[in-house]
């Protein structure tokens, strides 16, 4: 049996990518072929909005007449009308279970039952459960400074908070400046600040040597993304680079002992990809190796999507070797598209804190979101936002020894400017974790 949805007035939440199962029946094998669904429900549900058309298709050898069956308990059975081929085809508005039942001369056999949620997009619970966490009130606007000749304007937060400090500081942040959209300064930049009684302070200061890397020749590529870590007595800052001579993407890497001088930036792994970027990378260490996480996605674009997740892996930062290891899968892609993304592990799990659209509302509006990962591979999303009271694009975080989230929201709004010259800001708020996360599995 195949569960896919096809074209209609509303998205529907794409779980995770298509499995084959596989049953016995009575001597006969059928396989089970099906998209998983969910909206914050437990795996294998699948769950549609009222008014999709779903197709179930009823796949494998057999022998007989098909007939398709509805029923709302899997007990009481009734024939869908004209429902008689190997695939169902159908506008759905009531949920329930569906089967197949193939009658011979000799017996009848029936499919495994295959449950379908429906969802009212009115429903005053599913509008509930897509309320941000924060709302724009709730955000502290960061004074970061651009360099001598910059106009104001900040993006691409990657903050670290070590509680011994380093240098004399206990936060470091990484920022591009993006005034305009204008990719020539799109450079990686360096700053410092304290966290103390478990506060931020918001105004941070610049090192003296930013930006840390640029482009010379306006339009001959552009800076992106930066990440910063923090191994041993070294700051590493990774990030995109593309330039116009090769037209691939550059993961990119330099390193500080005093974050005020940075080494030559040196590359770590490249992709030549065609209909995508790959974006945002993040780095952490993980049994003792070194991992950057990535993303190949055009979901900046009207209607392009997020394609996969990569993972990279070294055995050392000094002499890197970063080769591809996995394509980890993400759960709920095709609803949340994810474009950037960041990474902080809390109590042995690994989270993700992104910026993506919601394909059920809008094909270009950006959202902040939080993902997890137990197996430090494969990710879920909540889908219930974060922050989504306007455009909002990488953010980061990090969680203070206290259980405490600390999140920076970089948005973008032209109508919304603190200190930039076009609404590019980066925002602060914090909130108890633990009671984050229970309001995200509500």
Not at 59 to 82: L, P, V
Not at 190 to 200: D, R
Not at 268 to 275: P, R
């Amino acid at each position: 049996m195949r569960f896919n949805r096809i074209a209609s007035n509303v998205y529907i939440i794409l779980l995770e990518t298509t499995q084959i199962l596989t049953m016995k029946i009575n001597q006969l094998f059928i396989f089970v072929f099906f998209a998983l669904l969910n909206y914050g429900h437990s795996l294998g549900q699948n769950i549609v909005l009222s008014g999709d058309t779903i197709e179930i298709e009823l796949e494998g050898t057999y022998r007989g007449d098909i007939q398709w069956q509805f029923s709302k308990d899997s007990i009481n059975w009734t024939n869908i009308k004209d429902q008689t081929s190997p695939t169902l085809k159908d506008v759905i508005h009531e949920e329930g279970y569906f089967r197949a039942q193939v009658s011979s001369c000799v017996s009848n056999y029936f499919s495994k039952a295959c449950y379908i949620e429906v969802i009212n997009i009115n429903n005053e619970d599913y509008k509930k459960n897509l309320e941000p966490i924060f709302k724009l009130n709730d955000l502290k606007w960061c004074n970061i400074p651009v360099p001598k000749g910059y106009r104001q304007s900040q993006t691409h937060p990657s903050i670290i908070y070590n509680r011994e400090g380093w240098n004399g500081y206990n936060v470091w942040l990484a920022t591009t400046p993006y005034p305009s959209t204008d990719a020539f300064y799109e450079n990686p930049c360096i700053y410092y600040s304290n966290y103390e009684n478990n506060i931020l302070n918001t105004n941070f200061h610049s090192i003296s040597t930013n930006p840390i890397d640029k482009i010379d020749i306006r339009g001959s590529g552009y800076n992106a993304d930066p990440d910063i870590f923090l191994d041993g007595t070294a700051l590493y800052c990774i990030e995109k680079k593309q330039l116009t001579s090769d037209r691939k993407y550059h993961y990119m890497i330099q390193s500080s002992l005093n974050g005020q001088e940075w080494t030559t930036p040196k590359e770590l792994f490249n992709s030549n990809l065609t209909g995508c970027e790959m974006v945002s990378p993040a780095i952490i260490k993980y049994k003792n190796k070194y991992r950057i996480y990535g993303a190949y996605s055009d979901a900046l674009k009207e209607n392009g999507i997020f394609h996969n997740l990569i993972i990279l892996e070294s055995n050392s930062l000094q002499n890197p070797n970063f080769k591809l290891i996995n394509k980890p899968e993400f759960k709920l892609k095709g609803s949340i598209e994810l474009w950037h993304l960041d990474l902080f592990e809390y109590n042995n799990i690994l989270y993700m804190v992104l910026c993506g659209k919601n394909t059920n509302f809008s094909t270009t509006f950006l959202s902040t979101y939080l993902a997890y990962s137990v197996d430090y591979t494969n990710f879920h999303i909540f889908p219930r936002p974060l922050f989504s009271d306007i455009y909002s694009y990488r953010p980061s975080a990090f969680v203070d020894n206290q259980g405490k989230l600390n999140l920076l929201i970089s948005t973008m709004d032209a109508k919304h400017k603190v200190f930039s010259i076009d609404g590019n800001e980066i925002g602060y708020t914090s909130s108890s974790f633990s009671k984050l996360i229970q309001s995200l599995n509500k």
